[in-house]
Structures are given as structure tokens and as C-alpha cells.
């Protein structure tokens, strides 16, 4: 493989000459004020188009414009017909697809299969306007638009179905996207170098079906290379016994006999001249070792192999060993080049300090993007995640060595965004990225991070060669406080609060400055069972951390909460693991609203249990331990009845459980038990959440003091629940502000105390 390149090392293109555009066109019209005759690439996205550096299509629009370039956006077409795709012309070089920030199914459906009301990434939060598998839909009306123009293939959803997948939706596993999106290539992970060099070598000539030698990309090939030495995957991590051969001349009738021959050793003569034969060896020459994975057809039918072909893929991630790898569909392989060399600070600060415009296209005018207004006002500061988390895709799709921005450079991003974004009031929504806390941490030692296979770097502890030091992040926030016209810095990413308790200086400085509130933490569940399988920390770790949380905030004088968020039907959880959940959450005062159960994405590792119900975590084999699998509705419902141990509607199917459990010594009304022996009519009850909601048409106000008793939090509003006035408790500072202004105001109304300087009687509610 060729060494990277630095992405700003290329030639310009003769286009450069135009400039860069306030925004990247999306109509002939925008192409005329700029210029235009045409497009050199064309980038069709599921998402509307917002020049922001959180969005998918600007990062590679304003990159490419950036190598002298000039692209085009096709946002969310019509994807009935062909039309749409032919707006903006023929391009000269490419069509750049994706399906958007999102995979487009799970963009659409919830986990439990039903379509959801909204899209975040859509004017008006509208849904229905992207289809589903929109990567396929897209490149197929791109190639029917212009047929011989090349279509690349990039983005989360084809990254995470660039392989045979299992798919939730359709219960079966489909072929790698490549296969039915009639696209000439697929870039996955984080593809900034590869577009650039698929570009430039298109834009000299070069033709695409002879692109394969870039990192991170993966193409439909008929053969190995006879340079290339191949390894069958099984070689690696055998998944099963291999019998071996029987004597010929045994007569085969004779199990007996055959059962000896089997148990038989090979006996070698010391004396018996061999032949030596001299193989080359994969490991001298990894750059040139492709391992064949089981085929498609083979995957399709054997969930073992199923989920032998995800364990040997999530072995070769490491950029700085992985090899490449193969599997065949039908009569032609696909064909995976190892994940691309992660990004210099250098290039990152490049690439975020590209002229994005920060806000959407003016073709939405005033209509909301939901989507937008949650990341507006916040700043990207790291890519990457080395927590491995199995049920998460993010160490698959940005890899799990950090990329990390300069403080120059993040700090300039606060400055654009606090004079270009309107509505900006001084609060910084969030500095983080996948994770608040992995900013500038990495392994000690280059070379063993090079060699590393290990899928996380912080499970089943924090590895001894991980560098967890903070002061470089701490440095960060103090230097962003101090900006003039920056009043609060909030940090909103997930906090990985393992790594956290190794900095108490860093937790000091975030729950002293950083916290709005409420801190937002994923334990996930307090069992070791599904823990294990998730690859999270046990429940230790947050007892440790909540210690902290509660002396640091104690210590500024700031009334604060944790909110910790919990999986429901997780792979390898049971019933009694959920039972002891919920009574973990009851004792420790935890209502949570809204409930999260498990939703089996493309490719992740916890997917892989789920359909096979094996373990890819460790070797698989036919006759390994076996995985407890949340499959039923029934059960998934239960899982989550008990996340909602409080709400009514749940406590029927949670009676039939603990009593089929044997635990119907929690069923009663005593503090000690889970939930009570009585059930409430359905109209004298309402769902936590609406109760903790603001009623219609009443004003959201101050004063109501400390919740009573029993601080309970709630996971939908983040905050311990509203008073009856539909008032928020606020900290002690701005109640007694409030309370001087109230009685100020009464005051004014010639309220207080009368002429005679008596009370006024207290009006009484009518009964």
C-alpha cells in the first residue's frame, strides 16, 4: 500500500481558478451566478445540505473544492425517477453518494420496526423524504441518469454494509451494498484521503475500474492478484474441528475401526528423508496478504461462520497491521483494502477550517433543521473511539486510534461560529466528538499501538499503555472559557467517566465549569452478564465517578445530577439481569421515560450475537458457549418493563414475570419490593413523561424550591421532575432571585401588606 499522502500536498485542479462558494450550488441557476458550465463532481446526499463540518456532504464538498474542484449538491431528490439526479448536469468526473449522517433504516424505523414520525436531518423535520436503503435507490438513478459516469459510494451506511450483513429489517443476511448498488467503488471509515486521490485520478485520466490499490476503499474484482499471497480466514480463527483423514484401506463399515484411525497420530521415521517446502511467510509481508473470508452464500446459511467472518473483520482494523481482506459473492469477489492511515492534526485543522458557511443552504429559508439546531452552536474538537463498545459503530466507521484538532484551530471555530451563526448568546453547546474525554489520549508507545489487535483499549480494564492524561483537554476548556463573548462552556458528547475517575482533576474542572445541569452518562446496565458482551465497565466505575461528581459539585456550591442511560434486550442479557436492573434503579431513585432497547446495526459486534448467538468477542466455534438472545416481542416488551418499573402500564406483564421467576416475594407495596400488588384504572394514570412535561399554554417559572423527598430523575427531560405549577427547581441563587422579583412584582400590584400594615387574607381555592 502506498504511503499517505497529506491532503493538502495535491495539485490544484485548473477549477480552482473560480474560488471558493459562499454555498456549494444546488440548482443551474447557483452554477450560472458562479460561473459554472458544469459540475466536476456531483455529491447526492439523503440529508439536507448545511455547510457545517458536522455534515457529511460539506466536509467532502468544501474538501474537494478545496483541491480546485467544483461540486455540487443533489439534497434529498426525488428519487422516483432519474429527473432529480440530472439537475446540476452531467458531472465531469464522479457522483459522490450517501444515504446521509444516518443509516437510512434506522433513520427510519425504530428498533422496534415501526416508522418514525420525524427526520431530523430534514427541513421541517419531516419524514418520508429519503427512501429506504437510500444508498442503493441513489446510485441507481445515478447510473441511470449517466450511465458511464463513475458513481463512488461513501458514507455510514455503506460503510457498515460494505461486507455480507445481517439485516434487522428483512431478518436475513444481504450481500455486501457494493453487489446492488451498481456503484464502481466504496469508500468506508473516514474517507477524506481516499476521495481526494480517487479525484485527482480521475481528473488525470485515470479510469475507476483501475482505481485499487487506494486505502479504505472496496471494489467488485474476478481474482486474487498473483502477486498477493491469500489466507483463508479459517487459518486465523478456526471455527470448528477439522477431521482427520481416515486410512483408505480401513473398511468404513467398521465404525470401531474408524473411531481408532481418527484418534490415531501421525507417526513420522526420524530416518525418512522430506521434502522441504519453503512458503512465504504472511506475517514478512502483511501489505501484500489478503485473507478470504467465508462467502457470501456460506455466511448466508451458517450463522457460526456468520459470526467467525465478523470476528476476523474486526481483527484487521488496526491501520497500522490490518491486511486486506475478501469475500466472494456468487462468481466475483469483493474485495476490502485496509482501513485508511487516520488524519494528521495538521489535516485536521485543514480540513475544519475550510470556509464552511456554518448555517443550512438559503434554499430552505426559514424552515428548521432539527438536526442543526442541536449542533449549531457546538464545535467538533476528535474523531475516532478506541472504547470498543459492541453495539456501537463508531470505532468501525472512524476507526480507534483519536484524530485530534489544534487548540489554534478549535479555538478559531468558537470565534467563527460566535460572529458568523446568528442567534449565538455566548453558551458553546458541546466541545467534543464521539466521546467528551478521549481528546489528545492515546497508546504510549507508537509501535505497540502499530502491532495492537486488541478491540478496546479501556475493557476488560484500561490497558497499562493507554496515556490517560486530561490536562491537554483541561487546557482546552480554560482557553475556550476565556474567550471574550463565551459565557458557558457545556460539554453534552458522552462522557467515557472510566477515564474520567483516572483525572480528578479534569472531573473538578468539568463538574465545577461544564455542566448545565445535569450530566448525561451511559453505564448501560449493572449487570457483569450483558456488561461483558457490551465490552462496557462494570458499575464500579460508576459508583466511583457519581463520588466524585457529588464532591466536585458539592465543592462549587452547585446543585447537579447525574442521568445515567440504560439498554434494554442488550445480547447476554436475561430476565433476572433486567429484574436486578430495575431494582438497582428503584433504590437509587431512577425513573427513567424514555427507554433504549438494543438495535442490531449493520456490522457491529453485538449484532453478530444476535443472529448467531455466539460470541465473537473470543474464538468461535460450533460447539462455543452460546449468547442469551433477546428475539421475541414478548420478551423485548418485558426487558423493557422493567427499565419502566414505575409505569403502570408495565405491571401486569412484570407480575406474570416474578412470579414465573420465582421472585413474587417483589410484588407488594413496601419500599423493598418493585412494584405494588394493585393496578390503577388506565384513565386515573398518566405516562411519567407527560406528567413531567410543561402543560399547554402555561409559562415555564421559578421559585418551586428543592424537589420534594425522593429526588427523582428522569431520563426524558434530564432534569428531576417539574413542580405541579409546571416550574423547574433551579439552583438556590436564581430561586431567591426569583423569589425577590416575585415579591417585588406583588408589591407593585399593591400586593404584600395593606394600608394598616396587616397581611391580606390569603384567597382560598374554591373546592
Not at 22 to 30: A, V
Not at 121 to 136: C, E, I
Not at 199 to 212: M, N, T, W
Not at 644 to 650: A, E, L, M, S, V
Request: hydrophobic share 35%.
Amino acid at each position: 500500500m502506498q504511503a499517505a499522502k497529506p491532503l493538502f500536498d495535491y495539485p490544484k485542479y485548473w477549477a480552482e481558478c473560480f474560488g471558493p462558494a459562499p454555498f456549494l450550488p444546488m440548482s443551474r441557476s447557483e452554477m450560472d451566478q458562479l460561473g459554472w458550465d458544469s459540475c466536476d463532481i456531483i455529491i447526492v446526499t439523503g440529508d439536507a445540505y448545511v455547510d457545517h463540518p458536522s455534515f457529511g456532504m460539506a466536509i467532502i464538498g468544501r474538501l474537494l473544492e478545496a483541491q480546485g474542484f467544483r461540486v455540487g449538491i443533489i439534497a434529498q431528490p426525488n428519487w422516483q425517477s432519474k429527473d432529480d439526479f440530472m439537475k446540476l448536469g452531467e458531472p465531469n468526473l464522479f457522483f459522490g453518494v450517501a444515504a446521509g449522517n444516518m443509516d437510512s433504516m434506522i433513520n427510519r424505523y425504530t428498533a422496534d420496526k415501526k416508522i418514525r414520525s420525524d427526520d431530523a436531518y430534514t427541513p421541517g423535520g419531516l419524514a418520508g423524504k429519503r427512501p429506504d436503503r437510500a444508498s442503493l435507490v441513489y446510485s441507481q438513478r445515478c447510473k441511470e441518469a449517466y450511465s458511464h459516469v463513475p458513481v463512488v459510494l461513501g458514507g455510514i451506511e455503506a460503510s457498515l454494509r460494505r461486507i455480507a450483513h445481517y439485516d434487522y429489517w428483512q431478518d436475513k443476511v444481504r450481500r455486501s451494498i457494493l453487489m446492488d448498488a451498481t456503484a464502481d467503488i466504496l469508500l468506508y471509515g473516514n474517507a477524506e484521503r481516499a476521495v481526494v486521490e480517487i479525484a485527482q485520478r480521475l481528473a488525470y485520466g485515470q479510469k475507476i475500474e483501475d482505481i485499487s490499490d487506494i486505502r479504505g476503499t472496496a471494489f467488485i474484482r474476478r481474482d486474487t492478484p498473483t502477486d498477493w499471497f491469500e489466507l483463508d480466514s479459517t487459518r486465523i480463527d478456526r471455527p470448528g474441528r477439522v477431521d482427520k483423514i481416515i486410512n483408505p484401506y480401513v473398511n468404513t463399515q467398521d465404525t470401531a475401526a474408524c473411531a481408532i484411525e481418527q484418534e490415531k497420530s501421525a507417526v513420522e521415521d526420524p530416518n525418512e528423508a522430506k521434502v522441504v517446502q519453503l512458503l512465504s511467510h504472511p506475517r514478512l509481508e502483511r501489505d501484500r496478504t489478503v485473507i478470504r473470508l467465508p462467502s457470501f452464500e456460506k455466511v448466508r446459511n451458517d450463522p457460526v461462520l456468520y459470526a467467525h467472518a465478523n470476528r476476523v473483520l474486526h481483527l484487521e482494523t488496526n491501520p497500522g497491521n490490518a491486511r486486506a481482506l475478501v469475500q466472494k459473492h456468487g462468481d466475483v469477489d469483493v474485495w476490502f483494502n485496509p482501513p485508511p492511515i487516520p488524519m494528521t492534526t495538521e489535516e485536521m485543522d485543514y480540513v475544519f477550517g475550510m470556509p464552511y458557511a456554518r448555517v443550512p443552504h438559503p434554499a430552505y429559508g426559514k424552515e428548521k433543521i432539527p438536526a442543526y439546531d442541536m449542533i449549531r452552536f457546538s464545535v467538533n474538537i476528535m474523531r475516532g473511539c478506541f472504547g470498543g463498545c459492541t453495539f456501537c459503530s463508531i470505532t468501525e466507521h472512524e476507526g480507534r486510534i483519536i484524530q485530534n484538532r489544534s487548540h489554534e484551530s478549535i479555538i478559531r471555530e468558537i470565534e467563527e461560529m460566535r460572529d458568523k451563526v446568528p442567534g449565538f448568546t455566548g453558551v458553546v453547546s458541546d466541545l467534543g466528538g464521539p466521546t467528551a474525554n478521549m481528546y489528545r489520549i492515546a497508546c504510549k508507545d507508537p509501535e505497540i499501538e502499530k502491532h495492537c489487535r486488541k478491540p478496546s483499549c479501556v475493557f476488560p480494564g484500561i490497558c497499562e499503555n493507554l496515556n490517560t492524561d486530561h490536562s491537554s483537554l483541561i487546557e482546552l476548556y480554560r482557553k475556550a472559557r476565556a474567550l471574550p463573548g463565551v459565557k458557558k462552556i457545556l460539554i453534552a458528547s458522552g462522557l467515557r467517566y472510566d477515564l474520567a475517575v483516572e483525572s480528578p482533576e479534569y472531573v473538578k474542572e468539568l463538574v465545577t465549569h461544564h455542566v448545565g445541569g445535569y450530566l448525561k452518562i451511559a453505564p448501560e446496565h449493572t449487570e457483569r452478564g450483558p456488561l461483558d458482551k457490551m465490552m462496557k465497565p462494570g458499575i464500579g466505575s460508576y459508583d466511583t465517578f457519581k463520588r466524585m461528581f457529588e464532591k466536585y459539585s458539592k465543592e462549587a456550591g452547585k446543585e447537579q445530577y447525574l442521568i445515567p442511560y440504560f439498554i434494554a434486550a442488550h445480547p447476554g442479557t436475561t430476565d433476572e439481569d433486567m429484574m436486578n436492573l430495575a431494582l438497582w434503579l428503584k433504590r437509587n431513585g431512577f425513573r427513567a421515560d424514555q427507554v433504549q432497547a438494543f438495535y442490531p446495526s449493520p456490522m457491529a459486534t453485538a449484532t453478530a450475537m444476535y443472529h448467531s448467538g455466539k460470541n465473537p468477542l473470543r474464538k468461535v466455534t460450533y460447539k462455543s458457549d452460546g449468547v442469551e438472545i433477546v428475539k421475541s416481542e414478548q420478551q423485548r416488551r418485558l426487558h423493557k418493563a422493567f427499565l419502566r418499573y414505575h409505569d403502570p402500564k408495565g405491571w401486569p406483564l412484570l407480575r406474570e414475570a416474578l412470579e414465573r421467576m420465582g421472585r413474587a416475594d417483589l410484588i407488594g407495596n413496601g419500599k423493598h419490593q418493585l412494584i405494588p400488588t394493585y393496578q390503577p384504572k388506565a384513565d386515573e394514570y398518566q405516562s411519567a413523561r407527560r406528567k413531567n412535561s410543561t402543560p399547554a399554554g402555561s409559562k415555564k417559572v421559578g421559585g418551586a424550591g428543592k424537589p420534594a423527598g425522593g429526588r427523582i430523575l428522569t431520563q426524558h427531560t434530564g432534569l428531576p421532575p417539574r413542580g405541579s405549577d409546571g416550574s423547574k427547581p433551579w439552583d438556590k441563587r436564581e430561586q431567591a432571585k426569583a423569589a425577590a422579583e416575585a415579591r417585588l412584582q406583588e408589591q407593585k400590584r399593591g400586593g404584600g401588606k395593606g394600608a394598616a400594615g396587616k397581611k391580606k387574607p390569603r384567597p382560598v381555592a374554591p373546592r
